[in-house]
Every structure is written in C-alpha cells, then in structure tokens.
C-alpha cells in the first residue's frame, strides 16, 4: 500500500459547485497535513496546513483531517473557474526537521463556466 | 514566506548532455530541497542541501548524476548529468523557512531529454 494515495482525476465540476478533494494515508504517525495548489506550469503553492484531527477553513477553503480514518479532505465552497488546478495533498509526521513530507499525486481539477 | 526563482524556465536537451538549474530564494535558508516531478507521478525529493555540508540524497539517486552546489544561504544549483529520456520532468526547488517551517517551491524547470 502507497504512503499516501490520492485520484489524479480529472475531476469536472460546474462553477458554483462544492468541490470536495480526497486523500488516504497509510502512516498513523502523520499529523501534519497540507494542501497545495499547482496551477499549469507553475510551481506548488501551499493553500492550507492543519495539524493533527479537526477541520480549518480559510475563506471558500475547508481543510478536514480524520485520523481514526486516515483520511483527509479539502472543500472548495462556490468553486470558481480560476480554481481550476491540480491539488496535491502532502503530510509529514513532523517529529524533527529531518522528517520527509510525503506528496500525493495530485487530482486535477476543471471547473467549467 | 519565500520568493524562488528558478533559471532555466525550460530547455530540450541532447542525450548525453548535462543541464545545470538555478534556484535563487529572496531570503536566506538553511534547508533547500531538490524535488523531480514526473507525468502522473508524485513529487518526488531527489536531495536536500543544506548550506555548508554535503548535500543527502535520497534513494535512487547519486551525486554523480545529479552533483548539487549550495555556494550560500540564498542559491543552489542541480545538475542533471548525462542526461537521458527518462530524466525528462520538472525540477523544482523548495525551501523550508518562517515559524511555521512552511514550505515554499519555485516555477520548476521543465526539462524535455531528446
């Protein structure tokens, strides 16, 4: 079983939809999860991080995290054209400096107008 | 934050040949990281180079293919020798920095191997 798994999509959604984006994990020690956002072309951006269980949310952006489950999600309320991207999700067990983040391979995401 | 910049944006290259990227951060770092993302596949690190020390590698990859300068706190090169197919990706570079220990990564160099 993959580190961390994740669908490359492409996931096509009206604009004004609710996007919901998806990874698993394999590592119970991950508390440290992020979401980055790379548009074609560019390099990743970090969109949110939560650490450990519970949701946080930055604006149309919700971040949730469920341990039991290994599992975690990102949901992009009122989804916009411009939102179209490929989300990678990335985690760590951020114990020390030394300790890798490990990427999923990212979902595309279309958001048609 | 951290504001990157990568030289090469992009380059086709000759098998066989070898290609040098540039990686210049605004601020000074002590962790920068080499990462190789390939179609369809996860970011995957290739070395994290530390300023004053020799860079570490990860698994499946060797200095002698891709040597890694870290002359100060705010530059890095990787090259990427002997080129061949395979090693057609993007190249990013990623730094470590603010209290949070967030990470940043610049544009990519993508890099098409004839």
């Known amino acids: 079983q993959k580190e961390v798994e994740q669908d490359p999509g492409p996931l096509s959604v009206p604009e004004g939809a609710i996007v919901s984006l998806n990874c698993t994990y394999s590592n119970s020690a991950f508390q440290y999860f992020m979401w980055y956002r790379q548009y074609s072309r560019k390099g990743p951006e970090l969109l949110m991080y939560t650490y450990s269980s519970g949701n946080k949310e930055d604006g149309r952006f919700t971040a949730q995290v469920d341990k039991s489950s290994k599992y975690i999600s990102l949901f992009i309320r009122d989804s916009q054209p411009s939102d179209s991207a490929t989300y990678l999700c990335a985690m760590t067990t951020f114990m020390n400096r030394d300790d890798k983040i490990i990427f999923g391979k990212g979902t595309r995401l279309h958001i048609l107008p | 934050s951290a504001v990157i910049s990568q030289k090469p944006s992009r380059d086709i290259c000759q098998r066989g040949t070898s290609l040098t990227i540039q990686c210049q951060v605004d601020s000074q770092v002590t962790m920068m990281f080499w990462y190789r993302q390939q179609p369809g596949q996860s970011l995957t690190l290739i070395a994290t180079a530390n300023q004053g020390s020799e860079a570490t590698y990860e698994s499946g990859f060797v200095i002698d293919k891709f040597p890694i300068s870290r002359p100060n706190l705010t530059f890095s090169t990787l090259t990427v020798s002997n080129m061949s197919p395979e090693d057609s990706s993007i ?19 993508r890099l098409t191997v004839l």
């Not at chain 2, 190249?91 to 160099?109: A, I, K, M, R, W």
């Open chain 2, 91 to 109: 190249y990013l570079c990623s730094v470590v920095t603010g209290s949070t220990d967030t990470q940043y990564f610049g544009p990519g160099t």
